[in-house]
Structures are given as structure tokens and as C-alpha cells.
């Protein structure tokens, strides 16, 4: 089976500072790992992937995650968070060959101006 | 590309009915998958359909049920509605097995 966690409900940071979400998962293979975004009322949109390759991923609106396999961590994060970040955030994980997607249980980011 | 199209947007429906939601995936993506999302539950998986075949289910009661088209069209079906039906119905689709999955708006049902 697979799944993610995502120990934090909620993360709080300043505009200008930085901003981590943390995730592990557990899955049988090699990982396939993902962040989505949701805003209110909307569906989610990607952000990034890690598939394979370097352990430092580079996605949209200046987003970064580091896959560590020994500690089974995808934590997602960005260097100068703005109040537009301010969103629901899920990390998922899937392994090769399914398309079945299990999310973490999300969580809220607020960017205090 | 247009990106996944989901109707309806919204619906209301009464316990006992039943309702059918389209999802429209990305041009050339073979895979459809439906999430269902609730404040208690989360994302939970319902099924994924692959060249008109469901290859994957989620652990779902019988009175969810899905099918895809040969345009790759997909529709789910959820019959003798209950309250705790209410949820965001998310639809994906995907290019193929690597790739990573694009989501829709989603259709927000809500069973009085």
C-alpha cells in the first residue's frame, strides 16, 4: 500500500521568509512523488515531480522539493514565500506503472504580510 | 491544449437520487482517474479508466460506478445518493503511466 503523511495542519510564515511543507510517504519501489496547490473552490494544479534523476526538483512559481530516500521525505519549499501562496498543498505519492494517486491530508499555508 | 473540462460545476440533489458527472480529459490523454474530496476524508481514489477500460479501483461501495468513451470521455454515476455523498468530485487525466496527473475544476455535489 501507499501513503503519505503530512504531519503539519497548518504552516504560518511572514512574506519574504521562507517557506517548507513537510512530506514522507511509504511505497513498494521507487517513488513516484508529486505537490499539487488548491485555492478555494478550485481543483488542484501541479507543481512539480520527482520521477528520477537529481534529488533537488525545480517546478512552478519558484517552488523546489528535495527527495531524500533514506528518510522517505519529498518536503516542498520555497525561498521567499508570497501572500499568494497562501493555499491548501498536497503531496502524493504513486508507484511505477499506476496511475493511483494517495495524497496526504493536505496542508493550509498561510502567508502573513 | 484546453485543459480538463468538468460539468457540472455545481449541482444539488436530494438523498435517493442518483447523478452523473463528465469529465472531457486533455487532447491525447488516454488515462481518466476521479478523486472524491471531503473535509473528514481527504482525496480518496475512486476508479481510473484506460482506453475504456477501468484498470484501477478505489474502495468505493457499488453505487459508484464510471465508464469511459472512446474520445476518452469519462462520466461517473452515483446512484441512490446519500448525505455523506456531499464532496468535491475531481477529475485527472494523464498522458500515461509516468506522467503526472492534470486535475479539473471539479464538480461540487451537495445531497440534502
Known amino acids: 500500500a501507499q501513503s503519505v503523511a503530512q504531519p503539519e495542519d497548518q504552516v504560518n510564515v511572514a512574506e519574504g521568509n521562507p517557506l517548507t511543507v513537510k512530506c514522507t510517504y511509504s511505497?513498494?519501489?521507487?517513488?513516484?512523488l508529486f505537490w499539487y496547490v488548491q485555492y478555494p473552490n478550485r481543483g488542484l494544479q501541479f507543481l512539480l515531480k520527482?520521477?528520477?534523476?537529481?534529488?533537488l526538483v525545480k517546478g512552478s512559481y519558484g517552488f523546489e522539493a528535495e527527495f531524500n530516500k533514506s528518510q522517505t521525505s519529498f518536503h516542498l519549499k520555497k525561498p521567499s514565500a508570497l501572500v499568494s501562496d497562501s493555499a491548501l498543498y498536497f503531496c502524493?505519492?504513486?508507484?511505477?506503472?499506476?496511475?493511483?494517486?494517495?495524497f496526504g491530508k493536505g496542508n493550509q499555508v498561510v502567508v502573513i504580510p | 491544449k484546453a485543459g480538463v473540462t468538468q460539468t457540472p460545476r455545481y449541482l444539488i440533489k436530494t438523498r435517493g437520487q442518483q447523478v452523473t458527472l463528465s469529465c472531457s480529459p486533455i487532447?491525447?490523454?488516454?488515462?481518466v482517474s476521479w478523486y472524491q474530496q471531503t473535509p473528514g476524508q481527504g482525496l480518496q481514489f475512486l476508479f481510473e479508466?484506460?482506453?475504456?477500460?477501468?484498470?484501477n479501483k478505489g474502495n468505493f461501495p457499488g453505487r459508484f460506478s464510471g465508464r469511459q468513451f472512446s474520445n476518452s470521455r469519462s462520466e461517473m454515476n452515483v446512484s441512490t445518493l446519500e448525505l455523506g455523498d456531499s464532496a468535491l468530485y475531481l477529475c485527472?487525466?494523464?498522458?500515461?503511466?509516468?506522467?503526472?496527473?492534470?486535475f479539473g475544476e471539479g464538480s461540487r455535489l451537495t445531497v440534502l
Open positions: 485527472a487525466s494523464s498522458e500515461g503511466k509516468a506522467g503526472e496527473l492534470f
Open positions: 511505497v513498494s519501489g521507487n517513488p513516484y
Open positions: 520527482y520521477i528520477t534523476g537529481d534529488n
Open positions: 502524493a505519492v504513486r508507484s511505477y506503472g499506476n496511475n493511483r494517486l494517495a
Open positions: 487532447s491525447g490523454h488516454r488515462s
Open positions: 479508466y484506460f482506453s475504456e477500460t477501468q484498470r
